[in-house]
Antibody, heavy 120, light 107 residues
């Protein structure tokens, strides 16, 4: 059974940093692109980052580019999101998602989400 | 960036109704579109992939279609368990972009 379990959320002050983790199991992690997607309270979904199978390629929207870094450790089947210079508008539930194998995008599996609150 | 304009933003319908939700793409995305269902406090669930393909375990009353740059999710004969938020996602080019979402409620 595929499982994605996020951790590391919490309350953080504006301008500070936070690192999210996602532990994957039930599939060959190194064969899949992985992603982070967020959802601000009462708002829609926003794609945050994607990383290739090896970690050599990463993709971000302008809203987080230069502040957030996605990474992975295939030996540990883990995905990470380093978030720096946090702003109040980064307050959201962050989901880890399995984007798909190379050349396929399916978003078939998601974690339960972890809440990040940026506030003084 | 590709904009996905989703409509309606909310709607109410009765059990047994036929419901259609639409996303319009600002540029060509081919069939690179996924529909998700999301219930309160839950993670998104993939319902339709590659615009028209039903995901595993999704009831056959759900379907996806495309007409030009308009993509539709249709539910025939609405059931109570279908009350949820629905989102579309384009993955033709980065940045991936979601539609604004549709809240489907019971009339």
């Amino acid at each position: 059974e595929v499982q994605l379990v996020e951790s590391g959320g919490g309350l953080v002050q504006p301008g500070r940093s936070l690192k999210l983790s996602c532990a994957a199991s039930g599939f060959t992690f190194s064969n899949y692109y992985m992603a982070w997607v967020r959802q601000a309270p009462k708002k829609g979904l926003e794609w945050v980052a994607t990383i290739s199978t090896s970690g050599s390629r990463t993709y971000y929207p302008d809203s987080v580019k230069g502040r957030f870094t996605i990474s992975r450790d295939n030996a540990k089947s883990s995905l990470y999101l380093q978030m720096n210079s946090l702003k109040s508008e980064d307050t959201a539930t962050y989901y880890c998602a399995r984007e798909g194998p190379m050349y396929t995008t399916d978003y078939g599996y998601w974690g339960q989400g972890v809440m990040v609150t940026v506030s003084s | 960036d590709i904009q996905m304009t989703q409509s309606p933003s909310s709607m109410s319908a009765s059990l047994g109704d036929r419901v259609t939700i639409t996303c319009q793409a600002s540029q060509d995305i081919g069939n690179n579109l996924i529909w998700f269902q999301q219930k309160p406090g839950k993670s998104p669930r993939r319902m339709i992939y590659y615009a028209t393909n039903l995901a595993n375990g999704v009831p056959s009353r759900f379907s996806g279609s495309r007409s030009g740059s308009d993509y539709s999710l249709t539910i025939i004969s609405l059931e109570s368990e279908d009350m949820a938020d629905y989102h579309c996602l384009q993955y033709k080019q980065y940045p991936w972009t979601f539609g604004g979402g549709t809240k489907l409620e019971l009339k």
